[in-house]
């Protein structure tokens, strides 16, 4: 079972998308997509709200995201964020192991 963690960065003036492009730009992101026990890094923009940033993070265990909590990328991440002035808010889920359930797979265009 993963760890889903959802990240809403918000900021003004376009800074979270900004910081999105850096995190991109410099490598950092991808460097977080090769840590051990990362299984999926991506940034998305919700339509309703151009000042708002969501990365959905998934990570094989709470011991993987420990790891990556006491990584040297958390100080880059910590300083982009200042940088930027971003505010976040954080949900967290587990993945479902027994996948989409039979009643829910007619609504899924394949």
Not at 27 to 34: D, H, L, N, S, V
Not at 61 to 82: F, K, N, W, Y
């Amino acid at each position: 079972m993963s760890i889903v963690v959802h990240l809403y960065y918000t900021g003004t003036g376009g800074s979270a998308r900004q910081f999105v492009k850096e995190m991109e730009e410099s490598g950092t992101a991808e460097r977080i997509r090769r840590e051990e026990g990362n299984e999926g890094y991506a940034y998305f923009f919700p339509a309703d709200d151009p000042e708002t940033v969501l990365l959905i993070d998934k990570w094989r265990d709470q011991a993987a995201i420990d790891a990556h909590h006491a990584s040297p990328m958390m100080a880059v991440i910590a300083r982009l964020r200042e940088k930027y002035d971003l505010h976040m808010r954080a949900e967290r889920c587990r993945t479902d192991e027994e996948g989409v359930p039979p009643a829910d797979r007619d609504f899924i265009r394949k």
